[in-house]
């Protein structure tokens, strides 16, 4: 079966860095869509950003220029690469497997401090 596993959330002050990583098992991670998701308390799950199995990414417009996302093949890894953090990027981060359906992992934290 499909498994999603984050890691890489924690505590970071305002304009810090963080790098996710999210690692997936139980399918062909060459031919997958892969996308990262943010939800903020008390608010809806958001989509952050995309990449294609071709590596072609999108971005939502609140993290262009300072979030990348990008992945390795070889080890079934996509990466969100978060800059210049905002205390509006605190939230759980998820990264799934795009499609019908579309799989998710346990997510982590990510916390923006001001």
């Known amino acids: 079966q499909v498994q999603l596993v984050e890691s890489g959330g924690g505590l970071v002050q305002a304009g810090g860095s963080l790098r996710l990583s999210c690692v997936a098992s139980g399918m062909i991670f060459r031919l997958s869509t892969m996308g990262w998701y943010r939800q903020a308390p008390g608010k809806q799950r958001e989509l952050v950003a995309t990449?294609?199995?071709?590596?072609?990414?999108v971005y939502a417009d609140s993290v262009k220029g300072r979030f990348t996302i990008s992945r390795d093949n070889a080890k079934n890894t996509v990466y969100l690469q978060l800059n210049s953090l905002k205390p509006e990027g605190t939230g759980v981060y998820s990264c799934?497997?795009?499609?019908?359906?579309?799989?998710w992992g346990q997510g982590t934290q990510v916390t923006v401090s001001s």
């Open positions: 799934a497997k795009e499609g019908f359906p579309r799989y």
């Open positions: 990449i294609t199995s071709g590596g072609s990414p």
